[in-house]
């Protein structure tokens, strides 16, 4: 069936055909599926490449730093001489001047480092005006290692006596200093 077969059928149509969508959208919830979700994913590896700290919801910054890692890793390990890989950082990054700064900049940085490219710390919670936490809006901040911000503090350093193993020590040690009290004192009788 032809253009000219097609044009005659949907005059025939007994309701009214918009010639434009009577929803205006948006292009990003036009791409849906997963080439939509490595659009959006694209854009986030982009800006993470591009500012070294980004703020993402939960799922999201999970995602994002899966593909960075990759891109990273690829780059510290076959550099821009490689076809493949510059191809791969050419789709992944849309600002064409971050492939520059990608093997430039960051492989260097990033050529003798044993542990992850990137860290990915809890943000605090998004509180609503009238009080209390937004729901379903876990936040955490990405961060590429060695970028020149002032470092973020992570909470789970600082020692803490409610934790659990903590508690423990600290049980462990009065008991053997009481242990020891009473040595010294039986010692002395």
Not at 18 to 28: A, D, F, G
Request: proline share 6%.
């Amino acid at each position: 069936m032809n253009q000219a077969e097609v044009g005659k059928l949907i005059s025939q149509m007994r309701f009214k055909v918009q010639p434009k969508p009577w929803l205006l959208v948006s292009k990003e919830s036009l791409n849906r599926g997963m080439r939509g979700q490595l659009l959006a994913t694209r854009k986030s590896v982009t800006a993470l490449i591009k500012d070294e700290r980004v703020e993402f919801t939960y799922g999201r910054g999970v995602v994002a730093r899966e593909y960075t890692e990759r891109l990273l890793q690829e780059a510290v390990a076959h550099g821009d001489k490689h076809i493949p890989t510059m191809d791969l950082a050419s789709w992944w990054l849309t600002d064409k001047s971050l492939v520059h700064k990608l093997f430039k900049v960051l492989v260097p940085r990033f050529q003798d480092m044993s542990c992850s490219y990137t860290r990915m710390l809890k943000a605090p919670m998004v509180y609503k005006p009238e009080g209390g936490p937004i729901e379903g809006k876990d936040r955490v901040v990405l961060e590429l290692r060695g970028n020149p911000f002032p470092p973020l503090f992570y909470s789970n350093t600082e020692p803490n006596r409610a934790h659990i193993h903590n508690v423990l020590l600290n049980e462990a040690r009065r008991e053997a200093r009481l242990q020891k009290e009473y040595n010294l004192n039986q010692g002395a009788k």
